[in-house]
């Protein structure tokens, strides 16, 4: 169908330009004769037999039709070096998956999305979007397409390019390492729409060349390029410390489709017994009986888990139950049906392997899968850390590359989705101490590409299989030195395990020999929001650094830097050293060069947030006026200090309500949120400042009592929050605090319902910010109590116990971990949910004492 496609759009493209009336005019007009206009019921014939005379009788018809059929050919030859860069949407599979001597076939191929035998359920919407996404010529040239393992995104888009392809486009998969060469050929030629789909966006190698390409791209031609990959917005954080920023700009700005796992328990019931039809049928084999109304499928279940499960059912041909299989289970199952076939192909004389064990079968594709080489040389180079296989002949090595290639063609070797993939090769490497021994051998010292891939195929695989993460941390600590940036790009392209990627990377950072010049290319090259353990490491060491070679000013930075880093990870004790340290540094620094003033003034503001933490409340007031004062005078000798200004106001007025100024707080809160909506007004850089000062202006109004208007700056706070977080997550905490506070607003004019919903989001939201950072616990705590009351507030008791319990235990928790800063909020939480209970309840978890 693929090559069908595109001998449609080939043929479509050459009928136009050869065309006898394009050829006629083009003449008539290069000869200067002004075309004859004919009427167009004409015989084709006719008007282009006029034409060519008319042509003619200027003496240059013959040249002109050479130059103008020149031109044809020359733009159906472009057509054609736009293919030789593009895998077809239907690659053919030139092997027979039937093994000859009547054994196993091959089940993968019928799974993955190309070759599925199923309908295409769903997702009219989606095409839709997408369909007018190609059509519409001022949106992004680039969409990003993301959502979990298995929900469908490739073969959405598989489909999207078809339904392309018969209106004319070029499509197809962008080739491993064609990027640069394909968006020039789609430059050498104009008039044609060209659709580039680019799966597992996140593993290419060839993704900064690509981006480089469209950033230059200045062509004629519709070209429109197709990111596939799990976590969009992670992707382009990841890009960004890798590539030029106007290059990273075309993914941070282009549209997101965001898949989830699609239909009710219903659909999945059904589009489960077509499965199991459809792929009885292409293996030809009886189908068991499916029940309409019960089957081993759950609602949120991915496409892929769905489809295995039906193919578990059809090879064992029983009538299955009610309840799904674990994903491992049911990988397993595939996996032994597909080791029988590959033992069975591999037996075979024509490929001249000899005698091989089952254990060597899967080492060699669990190391193809893995490294994805693109040639037989290092397909071959890959083959030779097994063990197994170091000491064979080259022929022999050559011929197992060879098979491979032939069961599973295309770039590197892919048996089947992603989520069945990264388990079989998690398991090949893991699963025994001589497994874990193979996967010694097979990630030595891997290249500088191979290293960057594998560590993010890992940390993918790791979402849902947790012993890839343990290859993860083996690989990086072997030479955390030369592979730290590519584990901080692998843990930036994931979510769901961030946090423990991070943990690792920072583990493997401390043991690591970093010089200055490596530390500051990985600071650069690390968010400190997103990986916060990486970022306090790497600044402790740069700290280190300057303390041996660099000069005070060098120092007072990189102390300012370390005390965010501290901040982030809840390090509040070591904190306030860091920052009276800084401060100490400025104010010297500042007495005998005043440039030195702005930077005296923010340290002055990160020493004011570091008494908050440890309580010291009235040395942070004096802190918070000190720096207000300094910034005022600098934004009046030069209003680019005037954002200083902003967030100066804002830390005063928290202060303030620390020690129950509450009437200062408000006039404070109030002029910092004017001076930041004008700054915002002016620059959109700005918006995040002004979104904390709505928040702190709320809670102003909130203290004094005018409730109807800290409803309506709350709103404006979680509006402008969600704006900023969906183009950036590191502000996902301060949404949080703006949900928290419009919840208590909420309440307090008497919007129960509305108040537990929002008041619900803030819990969700915090709880997936504590994944990727555990200092943000305290925060956690503070919604879970205040979702506590709204959910009693709305009446829903019966739920309300169950999350005081859960907030009161989290703070026990930070109460025991340091009773300093905590234990204190403990007592006052626990009284204060006691309440909450329902009289003759077990109080034990709310009473419980440290």
């Given at each position: 169908?693929?090559?069908?496609?595109?001998?449609?759009?080939?043929?479509?493209?050459?009928?136009?330009?050869?065309?006898?009336?394009?050829?006629?005019?083009?003449?008539?007009?290069?000869?200067?004769?002004?075309?004859?206009?004919?009427?167009?019921?004409?015989?084709?014939?006719?008007?282009?037999?006029?034409?060519?005379?008319?042509?003619?009788?200027?003496?240059?018809?013959?040249?002109?039709?050479?130059?103008?059929?020149?031109?044809?050919?020359?733009?159906?030859?472009?057509?054609?070096?736009?293919?030789?860069?593009?895998?077809?949407?239907?690659?053919?599979?030139?092997?027979?998956?039937?093994?000859?001597?009547?054994?196993?076939?091959?089940?993968?191929?019928?799974?993955?999305?190309?070759?599925?035998?199923?309908?295409?359920?769903?997702?009219?919407?989606?095409?839709?979007?997408?369909?007018?996404?190609?059509?519409?010529?001022?949106?992004?040239?680039?969409?990003?397409?993301?959502?979990?393992?298995?929900?469908?995104?490739?073969?959405?888009?598989?489909?999207?390019?078809?339904?392309?392809?018969?209106?004319?486009?070029?499509?197809?998969?962008?080739?491993?390492?064609?990027?640069?060469?394909?968006?020039?050929?789609?430059?050498?030629?104009?008039?044609?729409?060209?659709?580039?789909?680019?799966?597992?966006?996140?593993?290419?190698?060839?993704?900064?060349?690509?981006?480089?390409?469209?950033?230059?791209?200045?062509?004629?031609?519709?070209?429109?390029?197709?990111?596939?990959?799990?976590?969009?917005?992670?992707?382009?954080?990841?890009?960004?410390?890798?590539?030029?920023?106007?290059?990273?700009?075309?993914?941070?700005?282009?549209?997101?489709?965001?898949?989830?796992?699609?239909?009710?328990?219903?659909?999945?019931?059904?589009?489960?017994?077509?499965?199991?039809?459809?792929?009885?049928?292409?293996?030809?084999?009886?189908?068991?009986?499916?029940?309409?109304?019960?089957?081993?499928?759950?609602?949120?279940?991915?496409?892929?888990?769905?489809?295995?499960?039906?193919?578990?059912?059809?090879?064992?041909?029983?009538?299955p139950t009610g309840s799904p299989a674990?994903?491992?289970?049911?990988?397993?199952?595939?996996?032994?049906?597909?080791?029988?076939?590959?033992?069975?192909?591999?037996?075979?004389?024509?490929?001249?392997?000899?005698?091989?064990?089952?254990?060597?079968?899967?080492?060699?594709?669990?190391?193809?899968?893995?490294?994805?080489?693109?040639?037989?040389?290092?397909?071959?180079?890959?083959?030779?850390?097994?063990?197994?296989?170091?000491?064979?002949?080259?022929?022999?090595?050559?011929?197992?590359?060879?098979?491979?290639?032939?069961?599973?063609?295309?770039?590197?070797?892919?048996?089947?989705?992603?989520?069945?993939?990264?388990?079989?090769?998690?398991?090949?490497?893991?699963?025994?101490?001589?497994?874990?021994?193979?996967?010694?051998?097979?990630?030595?010292?891997?290249?500088?590409?191979?290293?960057?891939?594998?560590?993010?195929?890992?940390?993918?695989?790791?979402?849902?299989?947790?012993p890839a993460r343990l290859l993860f941390?083996?690989?990086?600590?072997?030479?955390?030195?030369?592979?730290?940036?590519?584990?901080?790009?692998?843990?930036?392209?994931?979510?769901?395990?961030?946090?423990?990627?991070?943990?690792?990377?920072?583990?493997?950072?401390?043991?690591?020999?970093?010089?200055?010049?490596?530390?500051?290319?990985?600071?650069?090259?690390?968010?400190?929001?997103?990986?916060?353990?990486?970022?306090?490491?790497?600044?402790?060491?740069?700290?280190?650094?300057?303390?041996?070679?660099?000069?005070?000013?060098?120092?007072?930075?990189?102390?300012?830097?370390?005390?965010?880093?501290?901040?982030?990870?809840?390090?509040?004790?070591?904190?306030?050293?860091?920052?009276?340290?800084?401060?100490?540094?400025?104010?010297?620094?500042?007495?005998?060069?005043?440039?030195?003033?702005?930077?005296?003034?923010?340290?002055?503001?990160?020493?004011?947030?570091?008494?908050?933490?440890?309580?010291?409340?009235?040395?942070?007031?004096?802190?918070?006026?000190?720096?207000?004062?300094?910034?005022?005078?600098?934004?009046?000798?030069?209003?680019?200090?005037?954002?200083?200004?902003?967030?100066?106001?804002?830390?005063?007025?928290?202060?303030?309500?620390?020690?129950?100024?509450?009437?200062?707080?408000?006039?404070?809160?109030?002029?910092?949120?004017?001076?930041?909506?004008?700054?915002?007004?002016?620059?959109?850089?700005?918006?995040?400042?002004?979104?904390?000062?709505?928040?702190?202006?709320?809670?102003?109004?909130?203290?004094?009592?005018?409730?109807?208007?800290?409803?309506?700056?709350?709103?404006?706070?979680?509006?402008?929050?969600?704006?900023?977080?969906?183009?950036?997550?590191?502000?996902?905490?301060?949404?949080?605090?703006?949900?928290?506070?419009?919840?208590?607003?909420?309440?307090?004019?008497?919007?129960?319902?509305?108040?537990?919903?929002?008041?619900?989001?803030?819990?969700?939201?915090?709880?997936?910010?504590?994944?990727?950072?555990?200092?943000?616990?305290p925060d956690l705590a503070h919604a879970?109590?205040?979702?506590?009351?709204?959910?009693?507030?709305?009446?829903?008791?019966?739920?309300?116990?169950?999350?005081?319990?859960?907030?009161?235990?989290?703070?026990?928790?930070?109460?025991?971990?340091?009773?300093?800063?905590?234990?204190?909020?403990?007592?006052?939480?626990?009284?204060?949910?006691?309440?909450?209970?329902?009289?003759?309840?077990?109080?034990?978890?709310?009473?419980?004492?440290?």
């Open positions: 169908m693929a090559h069908r496609f595109k001998n449609l759009a080939r043929s479509k493209a050459l009928r136009r330009l050869k065309s006898p009336w394009v050829l006629g005019v083009g003449a008539s007009i290069g000869a200067g004769v002004p075309p004859l206009v004919v009427p167009a019921g004409w015989p084709l014939v006719w008007r282009a037999l006029i034409a060519a005379v008319v042509a003619a009788l200027a003496g240059a018809s013959g040249s002109y039709f050479g130059v103008v059929l020149t031109r044809a050919e020359n733009a159906v030859a472009a057509i054609d070096a736009l293919h030789a860069f593009l895998d077809p949407l239907s690659p053919p599979w030139p092997h027979s998956p039937q093994d000859p001597a009547g054994g196993e076939r091959g089940v993968f191929e019928l799974l993955l999305p190309e070759s599925c035998p199923t309908p295409f359920w769903g997702r009219r919407g989606e095409r839709d979007w997408w369909w007018a996404w190609c059509h519409e010529p001022a949106i992004s040239d680039l969409l990003v397409v993301d959502g979990p393992g298995g929900c469908g995104k490739t073969r959405l888009a598989s489909r999207a390019a078809e339904e392309a392809a018969a209106a004319g486009w070029v499509t197809g998969w962008l080739r491993e390492g064609r990027a640069a060469d394909l968006v020039d050929a789609a430059a050498a030629v104009t008039g044609l729409r060209v659709l580039v789909l680019v799966d597992n966006a996140d593993i290419r190698s060839d993704l900064p060349s690509l981006l480089g390409a469209l950033a230059r791209y200045q062509g004629r031609t519709r070209l429109r390029v197709v990111l596939i990959a799990r976590h969009g917005a992670e992707l382009g954080q990841a890009l960004q410390s890798r590539i030029p920023e106007r290059h990273a700009l075309l993914v941070k700005n282009a549209p997101v489709m965001s898949l989830r796992p699609l239909g009710e328990t219903s659909d999945l019931i059904r589009w489960y017994g077509e499965a199991v039809r459809a792929f009885a049928s292409a293996l030809a084999t009886p189908a068991p009986p499916v029940s309409d109304t019960i089957a081993p499928v759950r609602e949120g279940q991915t496409m892929v888990e769905v489809l295995a499960q039906a193919m578990v059912t059809v090879l064992s041909g029983a009538s674990p994903l491992g289970e049911v990988a397993e199952v595939l996996f032994e049906h597909e080791a029988r076939w590959w033992r069975g192909t591999a037996a075979l004389d024509r490929w001249g392997i000899g005698p091989v064990s089952d254990l060597v079968l899967a080492r060699v594709m669990a190391g193809l899968a893995l490294f994805a080489p693109a040639d037989e040389p290092a397909a071959i180079g890959v083959l030779r850390r097994i063990p197994e296989l170091a000491d064979a002949s080259v022929e022999r090595v050559a011929n197992l590359v060879r098979w491979a290639h032939a069961l599973y063609p295309g770039g590197g070797v892919r048996i089947g989705p992603n989520l069945l993939t990264d388990w079989f090769v998690t398991v090949t490497l893991t699963r025994t101490e001589g497994d874990r021994d193979f996967a010694r051998h097979l990630l030595n010292d891997p290249a500088e590409d191979q290293a960057c891939r594998i560590l993010t195929v890992l940390a993918r695989a790791g979402e849902h299989h947790p941390e083996r690989l990086l600590g072997g030479d955390p030195v030369r592979l730290a940036r590519h584990a901080v790009y692998a843990a930036l392209t994931t979510a769901t395990n961030r946090g423990e990627l991070d943990h690792t990377t920072a583990t493997a950072l401390a043991a690591a020999d970093l010089d200055p010049d490596t530390t500051t290319l990985l600071l650069r090259l690390t968010p400190a929001y997103a990986l916060p353990r990486c970022a306090l490491i790497l600044t402790r060491r740069q700290v280190h650094h300057t303390r041996a070679t660099g000069t005070p000013l060098d120092l007072a930075h990189a102390l300012i830097d370390l005390a965010g880093a501290l901040e982030r990870m809840g390090e509040h004790h070591e904190q306030l050293r860091v920052a009276q340290e800084s401060t100490d540094l400025w104010r010297g620094l500042a007495a005998r060069d005043p440039a030195n003033r702005p930077h005296l003034a923010r340290a002055l503001t990160a020493l004011a947030a570091a008494l908050h933490h440890v309580g010291e409340l009235r040395e942070e007031v004096r802190m918070a006026r000190e720096s207000v004062a300094l910034c005022r005078a600098l934004a009046d000798d030069d209003p680019a200090y005037q954002p200083d200004l902003g967030r100066a106001l804002g830390n005063l007025s928290v202060a303030l309500d620390e020690v129950g100024e509450h009437h200062e707080q408000l006039r404070v809160a109030r002029e910092a949120v004017a001076l930041c909506r004008a700054l915002a007004g002016d620059d959109p850089a700005s918006r995040p400042v002004l979104g904390r000062s709505l928040i702190r202006f709320a809670v102003a109004l909130g203290r004094r009592g005018e409730h109807r208007e800290q409803l309506r700056v709350a709103r404006e706070a979680v509006v402008l929050g969600r704006v900023l977080t969906e183009d950036d997550p590191a502000y996902r905490p301060d949404l949080g605090r703006s949900l928290i506070d419009l919840a208590v607003a909420l309440g307090r004019a008497g919007e129960y319902r509305e108040e537990m919903e929002v008041a619900r989001e803030a819990v969700a939201l915090y709880r997936e910010v504590t994944d990727d950072n555990p200092a943000h616990r879970l109590t205040n979702l506590a009351f709204a959910l009693n507030s709305a009446g829903e008791r019966h739920e309300t116990p169950q999350v005081a319990r859960e907030a009161v235990a989290l703070y026990r928790e930070l109460a025991a971990h340091d009773p300093e800063l905590f234990r204190q909020a403990y007592i006052d939480n626990r009284a204060t949910l006691r309440r909450l209970l329902p009289p003759h309840s077990d109080e034990d978890d709310i009473t419980f004492g440290l």
